[in-house]
């Protein structure tokens, strides 16, 4: 079963504007990381947030972590036609579990220029 | 140029034959992955290693087989028994000691296609 779930499913914007994708989980966590996968392609990690984290930032990536709602939401400013992807939060969940990230199906971003 | 290899990219196979997929990291990292995409769906876990000589199932690993004889080298076999075995196959690896950090770098996918 899933852990994490993307919303939404599919995003398109223009370039220069701000993404917005969201994740929810359901058991409580160690930490939440985020993945980009172009079409075909492995999957690139973007950014880890540790559980007893609520924000952290990298280049134009926002990473919000809310454990009371066990959400997180990943914000791309000012996107590029490169940022065209698609997106995967992954958990990795409790102390039983080591090693095993639980990944949603994932947001599809297309960014046209 | 360090990094995570799989190999081949693209394969294809009969039903009924095994086929094993390759998957090589000169990063000295502990831990390795196997995972499974299909269409439009996020990646599941077949196997896991810690370390060397040491495998584990994830969550769907019926129809398929590891080996972990070097710290290098964690190659994937799908068996005849996988009743769908047609999908992206992804290969990570990891640093595995540090949990609190711990990220994984992955492969750029076989991609497996049973006729």
């Known amino acids: 079963s899933q852990q994490g779930e993307e919303d939404p499913q599919a995003l398109s914007i223009q370039e220069g504007e701000n993404a917005t994708m969201n994740c929810s989980y359901k058991?409580?966590?160690?930490?939440l990381q985020w993945y980009r996968q172009n079409s075909g392609r492995g999957l690139v990690h973007l950014i880890l947030i540790r559980s007893n984290e609520r924000e952290k930032h990298s280049g134009r990536l926002r990473v919000t972590l809310d454990t009371s709602k066990k959400s997180s939401s990943l914000l791309i400013t000012a996107s590029r036609a490169a940022d065209t992807a698609s997106y995967f939060c992954a958990t990795d969940a409790s102390a039983d579990s080591w090693g095993k990230l639980q990944f949603g199906a994932g947001t599809q971003v297309v960014v046209t220029p | 140029d360090g990094g995570i290899t799989q190999s081949p990219k693209y394969l294809f196979r009969k039903e009924g034959q095994n086929v094993t997929l390759s998957c090589e990291q000169n990063l000295n990292h502990d831990a390795m992955y196997w995972y499974r995409q299909d269409p439009g769906q996020g990646l599941r876990l077949i196997y896991y290693s810690q370390i060397v000589n040491d495998f584990q199932k994830g969550d769907i690993a019926e129809g398929y087989s590891v080996s972990r004889e070097k710290k290098e080298s964690f190659p994937l076999t799908v068996t005849s028994a996988q009743k769908n075995p047609t999908a992206f196959y992804l290969c990570?690896?990891?640093?595995?000691?540090?949990?609190?950090?711990?990220?994984?770098?992955f492969g750029p996918g076989t991609r497996l296609t049973v006729l």
């Open positions: 058991t409580s966590i160690n930490n």
């Open positions: 990570a690896s990891s640093i595995g000691w540090d949990r609190a950090t711990d990220t994984q770098y």
